[in-house]
Nanobody
Framework: QVQLVESGGGLVQPGGSLRLSCAAS????????MGWYRQAPGKEREWVAM?????IYADFVKGRFTISRDNAKNTVYLQMNSLKPEDTAVYYC???????????????WGQGTQVTVSS
């Protein structure tokens, strides 16, 4: 089994910064991609950024958010700068992983971490 544990959320003023972390643990053979989604109140979950063979971003975070990975620690980070009130959401880590002794890849989700941008 796999666990994705997120941390780093909180309350920040508009224009501020936060850094989210997500660490994967378990019987991991290979992590193919790690990324971030978010879900604001009353809205559907939306994709934010992904790190795999390439690094890609949703248009609404380009130039403000940076995704990075530490492969030795099975950890992905999301550095969020110039935060806006509309960035307020629960942020979820997602990873596509091949487990040991398993022949297929599967998606896993973290429990989510709240980010609130407000003055």
């Amino acid at each position: 089994q796999v666990q994705l544990v997120e941390s780093g959320g909180g309350l920040v003023q508009p224009g501020g910064s936060l850094r989210l972390s997500c660490a994967a643990s378990g019987s991991i053979f290979r992590i193919n991609t790690m990324g971030w989604y978010r879900q604001a109140p009353g809205k559907e979950r939306e994709w934010v950024a992904m790190s795999g063979s390439n690094t890609i971003y949703a248009d609404f975070v380009k130039g403000r958010f940076t995704i990075s990975r530490d492969n030795a620690k099975n950890t992905v980070y999301l550095q969020m700068n110039s935060l806006k009130p509309e960035d307020t959401a629960v942020y979820y880590c997602n990873a596509n992983i091949r487990l040991l002794l398993v022949s297929s890849d599967n998606n896993y989700w973290g429990q989510g971490t709240q980010v609130t941008v407000s003055s």
